[in-house]
């Protein structure tokens, strides 16, 4: 399994929802990570948990809420967002480290709407 | 400052073409440098990979280049695909102090194969 699966693929949701977006890998990476991406911009880095800790927090508002309950799992808890969270959402993974970044792989994304 | 240049913005050719994409990178430290495929509304998908001591790697139609010494890469494609429409998006991964990874994004360019 080559895969780093992400559910759901589309998201609506109004600014009073609580809703969780979720990543799944099972290559063994010990590294995951969020990513935020609005159209035609590149992603920006939200969170890297190594080994199931929160390693970086890229001051992302509290309303961002993320979890990672093994090392498998990755969860993005979301509560009273605003329209302009309106994104792409990916998550991806990486094995250890060092060697660096070997494995780097993307998940396909969950498209967010905030109404 | 850490900073990933792409050139051109956008690209249009008619199919069966070639291209090439260039990308020029003022990152350290270095890690390793990848290509990666973005289709519209999906998560990036990897080309290729190098570190700094690889010139070139190629993925059946897509050849990557590297000079480190200029830290210049292009990206160069043969025999051009419809399905080969997509943002190519130049990323350099260099390092955290806590020594976890941080992928530096170009701002991507946009090819549009044409009948």
């Known amino acids: 399994d080559t895969e780093v699966t992400q559910t759901p693929k589309h998201l609506v949701m109004g600014m009073t929802n609580k809703k969780s977006l979720k990543c799944e890998q099972h290559?063994?990476?010990?590294?995951m990570y969020w990513y935020k991406q609005k159209a035609k911009k590149p992603p920006e880095l939200m969170f890297v948990?190594?080994?199931?800790?929160?390693?970086i927090n890229e001051s992302v508002p509290s309303r961002f809420s993320p979890e990672c309950p093994n090392s498998s799992l990755l969860n993005l808890h979301l509560h009273a967002l605003q329209p302009e969270d309106s994104a792409l959402y990916l998550c991806?993974?990486?094995?250890?480290?060092?060697?660096?970044?070997?494995?780097?792989?993307f998940g396909s994304g969950t498209r967010l709407t905030v109404v | 400052k850490n900073q990933v240049e792409q050139s051109p913005q956008s690209l249009i050719i008619l199919e069966g073409k070639n291209c090439t994409l260039q990308c020029n990178y003022t990152v350290s430290p270095f890690s390793n440098l990848r290509w990666y495929k973005q289709d519209t509304g999906r998560g990036p998908v990897s080309l290729t990979i190098?570190?700094?001591?690889?010139n070139t790697k190629s993925n059946g139609r897509y050849t990557a280049t590297l000079d480190a010494d200029t830290k210049q890469s292009s990206l160069h494609i043969t025999a051009s695909q419809l399905s080969d429409s997509a943002s190519y998006i130049c990323v350099v991964t260099t390092q955290f102090s806590g020594g976890y990874n941080k992928l530096i994004f170009g701002a991507g360019t946009r090819l549009a194969v044409h009948p």
């Open positions: 991806a993974s990486s094995q250890e480290e060092i060697p660096p970044g070997y494995g780097y792989t």
């Open positions: 290559m063994g990476h010990r590294a």
């Open positions: 948990y190594s080994y199931e800790k929160l390693s």
């Open positions: 190098m570190t700094f001591s690889e």
